[in-house]
Each structure stands twice: as structure tokens, then as C-alpha cells.
């Protein structure tokens, strides 16, 4: 689990069970205190173990949020996966709402989502993935998304694809933001106009062109 916050990797189902405990306890307080008040004193307390035992799975709470932030992109590609399987001929613009709605979905529902998504979600935050693989401007939710766009949902290639996924990445980021910043549902004209922009971006990209006349 390299990069992934966690100190020393669970084995035992009881030591797995009280991970995801921590975890749990975590991103319910991220939404009843926010990011700044949180501390692993009170996420041992909540999760009723000993704050030792965060420390000893964590490496404190840098830990915790990086090993939240990916178990949130897993439980995302799950809800991807589970969309995706009931859309024969999905296409690039009909994915990218998949995924709006489903990141919709989780901020509504998943604790903690609206504070930690994947980084710390106030204008700025700092990511808490790690770094991605790629050299033209991936990162690791670009390259996972894209690996399961083209490796499990069937979408065709894109051009420059992880620069292109960085992008709507970001533009998606910062509408929901926008979306959520006032109401714990979101307003659901920003999420349409993130739908709209992010439609059209990929449609753009994945048009058809005409051959050039021969001469």
C-alpha cells in the first residue's frame, strides 16, 4: 500500500475491521468539526480504540485523510463499474455525466465527502492521493479513471488523454465546489452547468471529423 497512509497494513480481519473504524470515524467528523479541527485524539475516541492504535495504522492524520481519499476513489470506481455495466454504447460525453452524477451522489451520502473527497476540497487544498505514473500531466485519479474508461467501460482512446482527464478533473472540481459550498445537497443549476461543460468538452474531443477532400 505504498503512498497509501497506512503505516502498517492490516492483516488479521479484526486489525481490517478497526481500520475502517478509524476511517469511518474520521470522515464523520470531517462533516461535524471540518478539516482544520479534526485530530486523531478525538477519531480514536470516536472509533472507540486507543489513539496508540490510529498511530500504529496511521501515520497520524496526513495518514488518515491520504488512506480516506483512496478509499474514496475505490468506492467511486465501484459506483462507476455498477453504471457502466447497465450502458451499452457509452460514449465519452454520457460517461463524463456518469461520473458528475455519481461524484453528486457520494457528496450527498458518503460522510466526509464534501470536506475530503480526494484532496482537501477548500480552494487550494492540497491533494491527498499520491502521485501518479504519468508524465504528460497524469495524476493517479486521472490515470485510474482513464484506465477504467478504455481497460473496463470499452470507451475508445482520447488524444492526449491524461492531460485531458486532469482537466475535466479539475473544471468538475471546482463546479461542484461551487455546487455544494451553501447547501449540503448542492444547487442543481451549477450541477447542470457542470454537466453542460463537461458534455461538451468531450464531445468536442471525440468528434468526428470529416476526411480532408483529395485532390
Same mark, same amino acid.
Not at 99 to 107: D, K, L
Not at 108 to 135: E, H, K, M, N, W
Not at 152 to 176: K, S
Given at each position: 500500500m505504498e503512498s497509501s497512509g497506512v503505516r502498517r497494513k492490516p492483516v488479521?480481519?479484526?486489525?481490517?475491521?478497526r481500520v475502517e473504524r478509524i476511517l469511518d470515524a474520521c470522515a464523520e467528523l470531517l462533516d461535524e468539526v471540518g478539516f482544520d479541527a479534526l485530530t486523531t485524539a478525538e477519531v480514536a475516541r470516536r472509533a472507540g480504540v486507543p489513539a496508540a492504535t490510529v498511530y500504529q495504522f496511521f501515520d497520524g492524520r496526513p495518514g488518515m485523510m491520504r488512506a480516506l481519499a483512496l478509499r474514496n476513489l475505490d468506492l467511486l470506481l465501484v459506483r462507476l463499474r455498477r453504471r457502466t455495466d447497465d450502458e451499452p454504447g457509452l460514449t465519452w460525453p454520457r460517461a463524463a455525466e456518469i461520473v458528475i452524477e455519481? @461524484? /453528486?451522489?457520494?457528496?450527498? @451520502? /458518503?460522510?466526509?465527502?464534501?470536506? /475530503?473527497?480526494f484532496a482537501d476540497t477548500?480552494?487550494?487544498g492540497a491533494s491527498f492521493l499520491p502521485p501518479g505514473q504519468v508524465l504528460e500531466g497524469g495524476d493517479i485519479l486521472a490515470e485510474r479513471l482513464y484506465d477504467f474508461a478504455t481497460g473496463q467501460a470499452g470507451l475508445p482512446p482520447?488524444?492526449?488523454p491524461y492531460r485531458v482527464m486532469r482537466l475535466a478533473i479539475e473544471t468538475t472540481g471546482i463546479a461542484l465546489r461551487l455546487a455544494f459550498q451553501n447547501s449540503r445537497d448542492g444547487d442543481p443549476a451549477m450541477i447542470e452547468q457542470a454537466r453542460i461543460l463537461l458534455t461538451a468538452y468531450f464531445a468536442q474531443l471525440t468528434r468526428h471529423r470529416p476526411a480532408a477532400p483529395s485532390r
Amino acid at each position: 500500500m505504498e503512498s497509501s497512509g497506512v503505516r502498517r497494513k492490516p492483516v488479521q480481519q479484526r486489525s481490517i475491521e478497526r481500520v475502517e473504524r478509524i476511517l469511518d470515524a474520521c470522515a464523520e467528523l470531517l462533516d461535524e468539526v471540518g478539516f482544520d479541527a479534526l485530530t486523531t485524539a478525538e477519531v480514536a475516541r470516536r472509533a472507540g480504540v486507543p489513539a496508540a492504535t490510529v498511530y500504529q495504522f496511521f501515520d497520524g492524520r496526513p495518514g488518515m485523510m491520504r488512506a480516506l481519499a483512496l478509499r474514496n476513489l475505490d468506492l467511486l470506481l465501484v459506483r462507476l463499474r455498477r453504471r457502466t455495466d447497465d450502458e451499452p454504447g457509452l460514449t465519452w460525453p454520457r460517461a463524463a455525466e456518469i461520473v458528475i452524477e455519481e @461524484t /453528486v451522489g457520494m457528496r450527498r @451520502t /458518503v460522510p466526509g465527502f464534501t470536506v /475530503v473527497d480526494f484532496a482537501d476540497t477548500r480552494a487550494g487544498g492540497a491533494s491527498f492521493l499520491p502521485p501518479g505514473q504519468v508524465l504528460e500531466g497524469g495524476d493517479i485519479l486521472a490515470e485510474r479513471l482513464y484506465d477504467f474508461a478504455t481497460g473496463q467501460a470499452g470507451l475508445p482512446p482520447l488524444p492526449d488523454p491524461y492531460r485531458v482527464m486532469r482537466l475535466a478533473i479539475e473544471t468538475t472540481g471546482i463546479a461542484l465546489r461551487l455546487a455544494f459550498q451553501n447547501s449540503r445537497d448542492g444547487d442543481p443549476a451549477m450541477i447542470e452547468q457542470a454537466r453542460i461543460l463537461l458534455t461538451a468538452y468531450f464531445a468536442q474531443l471525440t468528434r468526428h471529423r470529416p476526411a480532408a477532400p483529395s485532390r
